[in-house]
């Protein structure tokens, strides 16, 4: 049985690199104008014309950032796209083009790299980016993707980190905390798995949150909601770390402090369920969490108008004098003061 199935499986040595390379990129289309030249040279050549030009770059480890034993590939590939443009989009711009490069040990044949590449594919197709570039490599151990995003916006329109005002309103787009507990319904499955590998896990009334860790959408919807209402944040940043974190960062790069209500962080009913059932705190899940890929940003309080009432984005305090300092507002109408790692300092508070 098992043999059967290897003989079906293509080994990347009977491919060379290049035979690899034009394999996996043969079926990726250029869109842009920006993209002068894509694949096939020594490098890329863009032009954005009179736009700013924004580049941003992640490196994702096996073992590390993701577990092959219930990410699937493919999902692996879109994710990997995803993190990157959700850091294009946290600067207010359009992504236009990525590169992609990897390791992989000889433990992967053709037919894995082609379900990453699928994954990829996908996520370049649902977010008109062009694959330009990349470089492909051999790894000892486990498979390792960088991705690199390029984007372009006009100068004016790019939001930095630095450009909150005290009383500013914080502003969430979607709702967190989802993706840390499908991380937890995962590691469940994979423990119950390995004591009884005939189990059938029953994962649908936690599909939300699963789907929230294997399959993330960077939020290109809110710069586009944000610009067709004539909102522009005087800071952003995308909550991949957690909010707590992220929160903090902002506060830092824009010299101000911050109130965040405790009863306003956007949950979804499924994060406060499967929160109960792990007996997690879901305000610290969605604290610390992370990689929940929204977007976390600051507006005037003359542009509240602009965003009341839209589903998609959640008041969740406001800015103050810097040295007011950064705090929670509990539930109970408490002050804990906010750190990167809720977890620990706020057992204790
Ligand atoms: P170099 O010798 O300069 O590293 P390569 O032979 O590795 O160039 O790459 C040839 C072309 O294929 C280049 O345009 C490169 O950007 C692209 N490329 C290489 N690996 C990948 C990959 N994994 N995904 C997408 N493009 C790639
Ligand atoms: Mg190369």
Redesign the pocket.
Known sequence: MLEEKNQEKTSLESLG??GL?DH??KDFPINHESTIKG????A?VLDFKDKKTIVSTDLLVEGVHFDLSYMPLKHLGYKAVMVNLSDIYAMNAKATQI????AVSNRFPLEALEELYEGIALAAKAHKVD?V????TSSRTGMLISITAIGEAKSEEIVYRSGAKPNDLLVVSGDLGGAYMGFQVLEREKEVFKVNPNSQPDLEPYSYIVERQLKPEARQDIVALLKSLDVHPTSMIDISDGLSSEILHLCKNSNVGCNLYEDKIPLDPTVISSCEEFKLDSTLVALSGGEDYELLFTIDQKEFPKIKGNPNLTVVGHTTDMNEGAFLISRNNSKIPLTAQGWNSFAKA
């Open positions: 690199e290049f390379i996996l990129t694949i096939g040279d020594d890329a590169t992609v490069s990897i694959l570039g990349g470089d492909t």
